[in-house]
C-alpha cells in the first residue's frame, strides 16, 4: 500500500482567463511547494480515469452537460465570475476523472491517503448549473464514482473551504448515502448554507452548515472540528472521507474575513486522518478547491499534505496578526445543541483551576 497518491492535471494552464483569481498559477506553486518538500516525487501520480457517463448523468443534467460543452467552444462565461475557453471542457473531466483515480485508489486500499489537485474546482457547480469559478464537481463526482462503481454506501464530505459548496450540497440534498458537512464564512458568496439546511427527504440531516461570522479564526475553527464535524462523524460511521479543501480562509485571503492559519488548516487535517485511522481503515483523500493567495496555497499544501503522512511541520507564516473575533462562540453553541452534540464531558469542563 502506498501511503499518498496525488493527481495534477496536465494542461491545466489552458483554463485561463487573463486577470482572474482562479488561475492555473494556483497549482503551479502547490505542486513546486510539494516538490520543494520531496513528497512530489516520492509518492505516486495517478492518471485520471474516463468519467463514466452514468456517475456524470447522475451528478449533473444531460441538458447542462451539453450546454457546458458548448459554453466552452464558444468561450461563453457560465456567470459573470465564471470563464471557459475550447479547452475547458476537457480539463473539466480531467479533473473529475483525476479526482476519482485518487478516490478509487484509497477507497481500494491501493494508497492510504490521497491528494487531487483539480482544476478547475468543483464545489460550486450544482446539478444544473456551473457557477463560482466551477464547471464540474468534482468531489461529488468522486463520491457518485465509489458508490455507483465501487460500491460504496456511505461516504461523509467534509467542506473546509472559506465559501458554502452549495453545489455539492445540491447534488446530495436528497441522499442518505453521502453526508455533507460544511464550515465556511456567513455572510459571504453564494450565501447559502445556514444551520438549518439539513437535507430533505431521505437526505433529511444529512447536510451540516456551520457558518461562521467574518473575524472567526483558528480558535473558532478547532472548536467546530472537535465539537461538531467529528462527533458527528462519529454518528454516521462513513466508509470513507472525502474532503473539499480551499485555503481561501486563510488570514491573508483576500476573498474573505476568516483568520485562519495554515498551522491550523494541518491540524483539521490531521483530525480528519486520525478519525479515519480509527473507525475506517485511513480512507481519507484531499481534493483542492479555492485559494488565491501564492504562500498560503504552498503552506496550506504542505501543512495538509505532512498532516495526511503523520509528520510534523512548521506553518512559515504562523498565525494571523490580527485578535480572533469571538462572536463565533453562540454560534458552535447553537450548532451543538441543534445537532444534540451536548456531550456531558463537554459542559462539564470545570469553571476553576
Ligand atoms: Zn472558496
Not at 453526508?179 to 445556514?194: A, D, E, N, R, W
Not at 488565491?292 to 504542505?302: C, I, K, N, R
Not at 509528520?311 to 445537532?339: L, M, T, Y
Amino acid at each position: 500500500m502506498e501511503d499518498l497518491v496525488f493527481f495534477y492535471p496536465e494542461g491545466q494552464e489552458a483554463h485561463y482567463l487573463e486577470g482572474h483569481p482562479e488561475s492555473p498559477e494556483r497549482l503551479f506553486v502547490i505542486l513546486q511547494a510539494l516538490k520543494q518538500s520531496g513528497w512530489w516525487e516520492a509518492y505516486p501520480h495517478l492518471p485520471p480515469l474516463e468519467p463514466p457517463r452514468s456517475v456524470l448523468g447522475q451528478v449533473h443534467d444531460r441538458e447542462y452537460l451539453g450546454y457546458l460543452r458548448k459554453a466552452c467552444q464558444h468561450h461563453y462565461p457560465l456567470d459573470e465570475d465564471t470563464y471557459t475557453t475550447p479547452e475547458s471542457y476537457g480539463l473539466a473531466l480531467q479533473a473529475a476523472g483525476g479526482s476519482m483515480a485518487v478516490a478509487q485508489a484509497v477507497w481500494s486500499g491501493a494508497a492510504r491517503r490521497g491528494y487531487a489537485l483539480p482544476r478547475p474546482p468543483g464545489h460550486h457547480a450544482a446539478h444544473s448549473a456551473g457557477m463560482g469559478f466551477c464547471l464540474l464537481n468534482n468531489v461529488a463526482l468522486a463520491a457518485e464514482f465509489l458508490i455507483q462503481e465501487r460500491g460504496a454506501r456511505r461516504l461523509a464530505i467534509v467542506d473546509l473551504d472559506l465559501h458554502h459548496g452549495n453545489g455539492t450540497q445540491d447534488i446530495f440534498w436528497q441522499r442518505e448515502d453521502v453526508f455533507f458537512i460544511s464550515v465556511h464564512q456567513s455572510p459571504l458568496y453564494p450565501g447559502t448554507g445556514s444551520l438549518d439546511e439539513t437535507g430533505a427527504g431521505a437526505g433529511h440531516r444529512k447536510t451540516a452548515n456551520f457558518p461562521l461570522p467574518p473575524g472567526s479564526g483558528d480558535q473558532a475553527y478547532r472548536a467546530v472540528m472537535g465539537e461538531l464535524i467529528l462527533p458527528l462523524l462519529d454518528g454516521y460511521q462513513p466508509q470513507m472521507i472525502l474532503v473539499s479543501l480551499g485555503f481561501d480562509a486563510h488570514w491573508m485571503d483576500p476573498l474573505g474575513h476568516l483568520r485562519l492559519s495554515a498551522g491550523v488548516y494541518g491540524e483539521l487535517a490531521a483530525g480528519l486522518a486520525e478519525w479515519s485511522d480509527r473507525w475506517c481503515e485511513g480512507r481519507l483523500m484531499l481534493l483542492q478547491e479555492g485559494g488565491y493567495v501564492p504562500e498560503t496555497l504552498a503552506a496550506g499544501a504542505q501543512g495538509c499534505t505532512a498532516a495526511l503522512l503523520g509528520q510534523p511541520w512548521n506553518d512559515p507564516i504562523g498565525p494571523s496578526p490580527r485578535p480572533e473575533g469571538i462572536s463565533w462562540r453562540p454560534v458552535v453553541q447553537a450548532a451543538r445543541q441543534f445537532w444534540n452534540l451536548n456531550s456531558q464531558e463537554l459542559d462539564e469542563i470545570p469553571s476553576t483551576g
